[in-house]
């Protein structure tokens, strides 16, 4: 006998339910095994078991049946994580983040897993169009400024670490540790990326540019990256997110990084 409860569905899951069984509790996510987004289920059972122990909730099983592709994982409890100044959850949010950047990424030879070529192609794509309208009036008047620093940002970020790309705080799930989900988007690349975005939420959480960077100081990878690299990637952000992600929180926390990196040189 299985029953279900339902979890709340993220962005590329048609089904997302916790699973009773006779032997215990799982979690399954799927699509539709044609769906244009069904490749983002299969990085993340690809990756799941090179990721470190108990970083992740273990991929148990993958069925592709009756044009479904289903994914099932160990249940795993939590609460996703408070990025808010002063939150009790940080600290782990810094150890998982730790763990990620001194991993290195499953071997591939897919150029579409290197961040650097992928940011690059985004990147071009981006800076050969104008401002989107949805732009914030400061990166009007310092589009130039932000494009120039951005065409240098996949320069810095080759690497051979993994990087999920994606930290925001619902992609935590915190109880006595934080465990990382939803691996989708995993890259190889340079070890302080993760850092960084974790950084620009930290931003968007409430912490000034200082504060989110004495927080990512803790972690070698950053701490020991180019600081242009670091400026040019907040930049890089900036014009990506902006047309993406207009009016976001995230995206005005990378606009008053890059704002505060590039007014402190």
């Known amino acids: ?83 808010s100044p002063d939150s009790p959850h940080l600290p782990m949010v810094a150890d998982a983040v730790r763990v990620i950047s001194t991993t290195d990424a499953p071997p591939t030879s897919s150029a579409k897993r290197e961040m650097a070529k992928q940011w690059a192609t985004a990147l071009d794509r981006e800076l050969s169009m104008e401002l989107p309208v949805a732009a914030h009036a400061w990166s009007r008047e310092n589009a130039a400024t932000i494009a120039e620093w951005a065409r240098r940002a996949p320069a810095y970020m080759d690497g051979a670490t993994l990087i999920h790309s994606d930290l925001n705080p619902f992609n935590f799930l915190i109880s006595d540790t934080a465990r990382v989900v939803d691996w989708a988007w995993w890259r190889s690349g340079a070890p302080w990326i993760d850092a960084a975005q974790v950084a620009v939420r930290l931003i968007a959480a409430g912490h000034r540019p200082l504060e989110a960077e004495a927080w990512a100081t803790q972690l070698d990878g950053f701490r020991t990256a180019d600081p242009d690299g670091i400026t040019a990637y907040t930049a890089s952000l900036v014009r990506l997110w902006e047309r993406k992600f207009a009016a976001t929180d995230a995206t005005e926390g990378a606009r008053r990084w890059f704002e505060y990196r590039v007014s402190n040189r």
């Open 1 to 83: 006998m299985i029953s279900t409860e339902e979890a709340p569905a993220g962005r590329n899951s048609e089904i997302a339910v916790s699973l009773v069984a006779a032997d215990g509790r799982f979690f399954c996510k799927g699509v539709k095994a044609d769906d244009p987004q069904s490749f983002m289920h299969r990085n993340e059972a690809a990756v799941n078991p090179f990721l470190p122990e108990g970083m992740a909730p273990r991929l148990l099983w993958q069925i592709e049946e009756e044009g479904w592709l289903l994914l099932g994982f160990e249940h795993v409890s939590g609460q996703h994580a408070n990025f």
